[in-house]
Nanobody
Framework: QLQLVESGGGLVQPGGSLRLSCAAS????????IAWFRQAPGKEREGVSC????????MLADSVKGRFTISRDNAKNTVYLQMNSLEPEDTAVYYC?????????????????WGQGTQVTVSS
């Protein structure tokens, strides 16, 4: 059974850092494109970043460029989202999602598999 499990969320002060993990089971992650999305209360789900299968090329939303980095560890079957210089506006539930193939775009509809989400709260 294909499963994605996010971890690493929590409460952090503005300017702080967190690293989110998305652990995959039931499938080999490197042939899937993996994306991170987030959803704040009352807002639509927003694409944050994706990492393409095979090549490992990445895409970042403009709102997080220069602050967030996505990476993949094939040996651990895990994708990471390193988040630095966090701002209160980054507060949301963060989800990872998987799509078989090489399309790396930040549209939720192309991803067929989703994790349960992890809460990130940026507050002083």
């Amino acid at each position: 059974q294909l499963q994605l499990v996010e971890s690493g969320g929590g409460l952090v002060q503005p300017g702080g850092s967190l690293r989110l993990s998305c652990a995959a089971s039931g499938f080999t992650l490197d042939v899937y494109t993996i994306a991170w999305f987030r959803q704040a209360p009352g807002k639509e789900r927003e694409g944050v970043s994706c990492i393409r299968s095979i090549s490992g090329s990445t895409m970042l939303a403009d709102s997080v460029k220069g602050r967030f980095t996505i990476s993949r560890d094939n040996a651990k079957n895990t994708v990471y989202l390193q988040m630095n210089s966090l701002e209160p506006e980054d507060t949301a539930v963060y989800y990872c999602a998987a799509s078989l193939g090489t399309i790396c775009m930040l549209f939720p509809s192309i991803y067929g598999y989703w994790g349960q989400g992890t809460q990130v709260t940026v507050s002083s």
